[in-house]
């Protein structure tokens, strides 16, 4: 049996970002990941300028593109730019950025375990007994879900989740790659209660849709309408997938007990105006390290987890929700109200409130 101070779930931003913190501070730390790294990921891949402000390393060698501008429309018309001198945003491919945090928590001293996935886990009174996919088991004091989506550990403690948005993403080759550098195009559309995106990357361009509205059938049909209106008729698919994206505002399962919590996308803290959830699983992730640090050094209970991540993720979350079902329901009123007329929008799809 192998003994840590905290076991974690999930290899991604969220995970290595936590192993990261907590192996820092000078506690001992594992990471459990299912996959092998690197590994493809699906997701847009575009961060805001703000992430920087949380990462005290340098990222610079995964970033694809510098994003200074970002065109907003609504049903592929009435437009509005945001402009920066410098930049808004940045894109990454995933497998790149992820597999670098991973790296960095190892440097630091986090021990990681690829290809080993939770299988089961106990609590026990002093501990949390985990035994992994093949058959090994960990001891830890605190168990952390860092699994995302599908988190491992919240369905083992029996979590339901239903607020689920479908979303297809395209990575699409294309011959005038240059015309989409450096810049976002977002269209919202009331038809799928949510929008359209296109992502530059070096090589490719990351495209796609999602909403409360979309199903399967729908997606396929509008991602080709919403390319073809951006003169994307001649391209090469490289990667097509269906994801979908748990948002939990209002109740999210963030403590599963005195010893096992979640953070990231497993506890759904996914921004419900943009759907952007890798700023927030790293912010989130680091206020867990806080509140871990003060538990094993006994100077706080572990439940003051949930009091710092409502106080500083969910009460900006629940105000974007209410301007997120204005904006995805009211149509053409609620993008002119909150998008095209708002001084504010920059700061909510690419700054710190």
């Given at each position: 049996m192998?003994?840590?101070?905290?076991?974690?779930?999930?290899?991604?931003?969220?995970?290595?970002?936590?192993?990261y913190?907590?192996?820092?501070?000078?506690f001992?730390?594992?990471?459990?990941?299912?996959?092998?790294?690197?590994r493809?990921?699906?997701?847009?891949?575009?961060?805001?300028?703000?992430?920087?402000?949380?990462?005290?390393?340098?990222?610079?060698?995964?970033?694809?593109?510098?994003?200074?501008?970002?065109?907003?429309?609504?049903?592929?018309?009435?437009?509005?730019?945001?402009?920066?001198?410098?930049?808004?945003?940045?894109?990454?491919?995933?497998?790149?950025?992820?597999?670098?945090?991973?790296?960095?928590?190892?440097?630091?001293?986090?021990?990681?375990f690829?290809?080993?996935?939770?299988?089961?886990?106990?609590?026990e009174?002093?501990?949390?007994?985990?035994?992994?996919?093949?058959?090994?088991?960990?001891?830890?004091?605190?168990?952390?879900?860092?699994?995302?989506?599908?988190?491992?550990?919240?369905?083992?403690?029996?979590i339901?989740?239903?607020?689920?948005?479908?979303?297809?993403?395209?990575?699409?080759?294309?011959?005038?790659?240059?015309?989409?550098?450096?810049?976002?195009?977002?269209?919202?559309?009331?038809?799928?209660?949510?929008?359209?995106?296109?992502?530059?990357?070096?090589?490719?361009?990351?495209?796609?849709?999602?909403?409360?509205?979309?199903?399967?059938?729908?997606?396929?049909?509008?991602?080709?309408?919403?390319?073809?209106?951006?003169?994307?008729?001649?391209?090469?698919?490289?990667?097509?997938?269906?994801?979908?994206?748990?948002?939990?505002?209002?109740?999210?399962?963030?403590?599963?007990?005195?010893?096992?919590?979640?953070?990231?996308?497993?506890?759904?803290?996914?921004?419900?105006?943009?759907?952007?959830?890798?700023?927030?699983?790293?912010?989130?992730?680091?206020?867990?390290?806080?509140?871990?640090?003060?538990?094993?050094?006994?100077?706080?209970?572990?439940?003051?987890?949930?009091?710092?991540?409502?106080k500083?993720?969910?009460?900006?979350?629940?105000?974007?929700?209410?301007?997120?079902?204005?904006?995805?329901?009211?149509?053409?009123?609620?993008?002119?109200?909150?998008?095209?007329?708002?001084?504010?929008?920059?700061?909510?799809?690419?700054?710190?409130?």
């Amino acid at each position: 049996m192998e003994r840590y101070d905290v076991v974690i779930s999930g290899g991604g931003p969220c995970g290595s970002f936590l192993g990261y913190n907590l192996a820092s501070l000078g506690f001992k730390v594992c990471i459990l990941e299912k996959s092998n790294f690197p590994r493809y990921k699906v997701c847009a891949g575009g961060l805001p300028k703000k992430i920087l402000k949380l990462i005290d390393f340098d990222i610079s060698q995964v970033i694809e593109d510098y994003i200074k501008e970002i065109e907003f429309s609504y049903n592929f018309c009435n437009k509005k730019k945001i402009l920066a001198k410098d930049f808004l945003a940045f894109t990454v491919k995933r497998e790149n950025f992820d597999y670098f945090l991973l790296k960095k928590a190892e440097e630091k001293g986090a021990k990681v375990f690829l290809k080993e996935g939770v299988l089961n886990f106990k609590i026990e009174d002093e501990g949390v007994v985990i035994e992994s996919v093949n058959k090994r088991v960990f001891r830890c004091k605190v168990l952390v879900g860092c699994d995302g989506v599908f988190s491992t550990i919240r369905r083992l403690a029996d979590i339901k989740t239903k607020s689920f948005i479908l979303t297809l993403e395209k990575e699409i080759e294309v011959q005038r790659l240059d015309n989409f550098k450096q810049k976002i195009l977002i269209n919202f559309d009331n038809r799928v209660r949510g929008y359209f995106w296109i992502f530059p990357k070096k090589d490719i361009l990351s495209c796609g849709v999602g909403g409360a509205g979309l199903d399967a059938q729908k997606a396929e049909s509008f991602l080709k309408e919403w390319l073809s209106k951006n003169l994307l008729t001649d391209f090469k698919v490289r990667f097509s997938y269906f994801w979908p994206i748990y948002i939990n505002v209002f109740n999210p399962p963030l403590i599963l007990n005195k010893r096992v919590i979640l953070a990231g996308e497993a506890a759904g803290l996914v921004n419900p105006l943009s759907g952007e959830g890798i700023y927030w699983a790293l912010k989130s992730s680091k206020l867990a390290s806080i509140c871990i640090s003060e538990f094993l050094n006994r100077k706080k209970d572990l439940k003051n987890y949930s009091k710092i991540i409502k106080k500083y993720i969910l009460s900006k979350f629940k105000k974007h929700a209410f301007l997120s079902f204005l904006l995805y329901n009211t149509s053409k009123f609620g993008y002119n109200l909150f998008i095209k007329y708002n001084k504010k929008i920059k700061k909510w799809f690419t700054e710190d409130e």
